[in-house]
């Protein structure tokens, strides 16, 4: 069986590097995204088997655009493929019901097995994966409906948070110092009711906010 895939990714090294990788083997990369707006408008028009989305990308990121899709068409297997080996994402990737998670750097032989896994209807997520982040989406659930008092400044800075952005990327990001981005941060882990920012971040994503 040959697996349709839509790969996204905004380096075209990345892209031109896919289809040598697949090229006569069973996947077939049948379309390509440069962002996730563009793979949105792709998916209104055809419906591959997979698709494999990056996570940073310029003109929109790839964890919500798997939020959009997993709305759109629950069934359709979404596969995280990121340079980074962030909890956060990970938890994300998990609440927002993508399919697996594979870095960048590992071998091509787990790509291609968390591909052909995830179109055979399986998850591909590991058992190490999952304990990771067991306890980011364990801890939110139980206050998901209680409404909490966040300042605008706190939204702002937990809309970062779950974006997988470090304090001293969300003090550049929104003009502010360090230390402010610090005392920020504390202030929402102790209204939402969490001890870290994975937490948090699963919260906020539970709650719409991201």
């Known amino acids: 069986m040959t ?8 380096h075209e090294v990345v892209l031109v590097g896919l289809k040598s990788i697949f090229n006569g083997t ?11 707006a563009e793979a949105l408008e792709q998916l209104k028009r055809q419906r591959p088997d997979v698709v494999l989305m990056d996570i940073r990308m310029e003109g929109g990121d790839g964890l919500t655009a ?20 962030n909890p956060t994402y990970i938890a ?12 960048k750097h590992e071998p091509i032989d787990k790509l291609f097995d968390t591909l052909r896994k995830v179109a055979g209807g399986e998850s591909a997520w590991t058992r190490e994966e ?12 139980m206050g998901s409906e209680i409404e909490v008092p966040l300042t605008q400044r706190e939204s702002e800075v937990l ?9 001293k990327e969300i003090a550049k990001m929104l003009g502010i110092s360090y230390e402010t981005v610090k ?8 209204k939402v009711g969490v ?13 719409n906010l991201v």
Request: hydrophobic letters at 45%; a positive charge.
């Open 3 to 10: 697996i349709s895939l839509l790969a996204v990714d905004d």
């Open 26 to 36: 069973d996947i077939n990369l049948s379309a390509t995204a440069k962002s996730a």
């Open 66 to 85: 798997l939020g959009r899709i997993k709305l759109d068409t629950p069934d359709l297997p979404v596969v995280m493929y990121s340079a980074y080996d």
């Open 92 to 103: 994300r990737a998990v609440a927002l019901g993508a399919s697996g998670y594979v870095l």
């Open 130 to 141: 999952l304990r990771r982040v067991t306890g980011a989406l364990a801890a939110p659930r």
């Open 159 to 167: 809309r970062q948070m779950a974006n997988g952005l470090t304090n």
């Open 183 to 190: 005392e920020h941060v504390q202030h929402i882990l102790r």
């Open 195 to 207: 001890t870290d920012r994975t937490q948090a971040a699963v919260w906020a994503v539970r709650k």
